[in-house]
């Protein structure tokens, strides 16, 4: 079948699951090819700048550069001519800069913060090459790029998929993560945005790490009524505003708290439960959002329930005992649940998941001392067996025995990944990792352990001959063998042949293992620095990014 042969659809299908290497290379074949592949880059073209940083040859404000370029480029004429009334003038607002795509049309999702921070690395650019004199009427090349994705971009409201928002603000500085002032965000008041009042008017999704001024909340609230999805990574300067926010939101369907400081957020928690009914997703901390407000109410549309107990000394252990007990027949449509907290908080645990038969995804972290707590943990793994039979997605903090994973392993024969999480603790991993692979369920597709391994390369072999006896085919490891060496490269590859090892996980590997095991070392000291303060992994991870990618 030659290249030509493929139909729009049917390269359309196959692209959306490459590679943005490989999407890169399918634009060179020919001119449908392109068209294709430039359709997927171009649905989210700084994410994708993003998550292809580690490949791509330019510097990420040259990345940010072209994208920004070609968007201008893309403008009609009459923004253009408007645009050089206010005396800016550069090369992209020639009439004849036109693309061969209609790039803008292909955009489906917008940030316009990102957007924004695109149009000052370009003004910099111009400011050096004096073709400006300086970056005053940036805001108003903004304002207008924005107007027009928001135009042009596919707003689509189906309520019965996950949501994902097609306009995004994140007024943040990551600099100010986890500190407590005023200093403002990245983001412009919106009263300084005259021109893009109804673009604002349409924004889905908010994220913000407070404290910036009350007064850029009370603002985007006379604009805003119709975000479906807010996320709050602070909140305690402002929290009325923000309270008021969140109940104001009319289609209002996610919210995500989490702080890095430790007070109890009143007013949001009371906004929380007036909106709960109608929340197909939550994330809280508990101590600061209380496990309260879930008392009376039915939470009949929540698919996402995710809590935190990142704050230990706010968190009541009554609550967390009343909560298991008394609020599982008000989950009757959930299907993730994540926790992670004190091991002593799970002892309702199993009365809890007793009740949640649709739950598909289940991640559970705990934080206190496996030796003072050895039956609690067992009596937990006893549970997620007995009553989680349907399970496709386990993460777990790991037990101290393999022999605890083997009672689940043995029962949830609908698992396809499993995910063992990094508790700096010692455990018969790297002894017993063998003998998971007689219980692995031939359903799983993916084994990750978020640490390093330090298993001999005859134990490697031995367990991956155990997966493929077991019938296992097509696995992903998501781990990383701390002295790997060619030995173990052979070993995988033998089981690559023989099918147990799926073949793409394994180049993608060998190719991004180096550079993952860096960043695991980097993120892992961040870690071991706030441990202490039993601050989660996944919160330690997230701040790192924030600052990686801004």
């Keep these: ?40 880059l171009w649905k989210n073209p700084i994410e994708f700048i993003n998550l292809n940083l580690i490949n791509s040859k330019l510097s990420k404000d040259k990345s940010y550069l072209n994208i920004i370029s070609t968007m201008i480029k893309c403008l009609p004429f009459e923004i253009k001519i408007k645009i050089r009334t206010y005396g800016i003038n550069f090369d992209e607002l020639k009439e004849e800069s036109q693309p061969m795509f209609d790039y803008c049309s292909l955009i489906k999702k917008i940030s316009f913060d990102m957007i924004l921070n695109a149009i000052n690395i370009l003004f910099n650019s111009l400011v050096e090459k004096s073709i400006i004199k300086d970056q005053t009427c940036h805001y108003i090349v903004f304002q207008e790029i924005c107007n027009h994705l928001v135009d042009k971009c596919v707003i689509s409201n189906n309520r019965d998929k996950k949501i994902n928002p097609k306009f995004i603000l994140n007024a943040y500085n990551p600099k100010q993560i986890g500190s407590c002032n005023k200093r403002g965000s990245n983001f ?18 908010f994220n913000l790490n407070t404290c910036i001024q009350p007064r850029f909340i009370q603002e985007l609230d006379n604009i805003c009524k119709n975000i479906l999805s807010i996320g709050i990574y602070c909140g305690c300067c402002d929290e009325h505003y923000l309270a008021e926010f969140i109940k104001n939101q009319m289609n209002l369907r996610e919210i995500y708290v989490m702080s890095m400081n430790n007070f109890h957020l009143i007013k949001i928690s009371e906004a929380i439960k007036i909106k709960l009914e109608q929340l197909t997703s939550l994330t809280i901390s508990t101590g600061q959002i209380s496990l309260n407000i879930f008392n009376n109410k039915r939470c009949d549309q929540l698919i996402e329930l995710s809590i935190y107990n990142f704050c230990d000394q706010l968190a009541d252990i009554d609550e967390w005992n009343n909560f298991f007990r008394y609020n599982s027949i008000r989950f009757k449509n959930l299907k993730n649940l994540e926790i992670q907290c004190n091991i002593k908080n799970f002892k309702y645990m199993g009365i809890f998941l007793n009740e949640l038969s649709s739950l598909q995804k289940l991640e559970l972290a705990w934080s206190e001392d496996e030796e003072d707590n050895q039956d609690l943990i067992d009596e937990l793994f006893r549970n997620i067996a007995k009553y989680c039979s349907n399970l496709i997605q386990l993460e777990l903090s790991t037990p101290k025995f393999t022999q605890s994973l083997e009672i689940i392993l043995q029962l949830c024969k609908k ?47 031995e367990f991956l001959n155990n997966c493929f006896m077991n019938g296992i085919r097509n696995l992903s490891l998501g781990f990383y063998i701390e002295e790997f060496s060619n030995d173990y490269e052979i070993i995988m590859m033998k089981y690559v042949k023989l099918g147990t090892l799926n073949n793409e996980f394994f180049k993608s590997w060998l190719e991004f293992m180096p550079f993952i095991l860096n960043e695991l070392k980097l993120t892992y000291n961040i870690w071991l620095h706030y441990r202490n303060r039993g601050v989660s992994i996944k919160i330690v991870v997230f701040v790192y990014l924030i600052n990686l990618l801004i």
Aim: some cysteine; charged content about 25%.
């Design 1 to 40: 079948m030659k290249e030509n042969d493929f139909t729009s659809e049917l390269l359309s299908e196959i692209f959306e699951n490459l590679q943005i290497p490989e999407l890169f290379k399918c634009i060179l074949v020919n001119k449908k090819w392109s068209a294709n592949a430039i359709r997927i």
């Design 188 to 205: 412009p008041l919106p009263s300084q945005l005259p021109q893009m009042k109804k673009s604002l008017s349409k924004l889905e999704k």
């Design 415 to 461: 698992l396809e990944y499993l995910n063992l999480l990094n508790t700096n603790k010692s455990n018969d991993l790297n002894e017993k990792i063998l003998l998971l692979g007689n219980y692995f369920p031939i359903s799983l597709k993916k084994f990750g352990v978020q640490f390093y391994l330090n298993i001999s390369k005859e134990k490697l072999e």
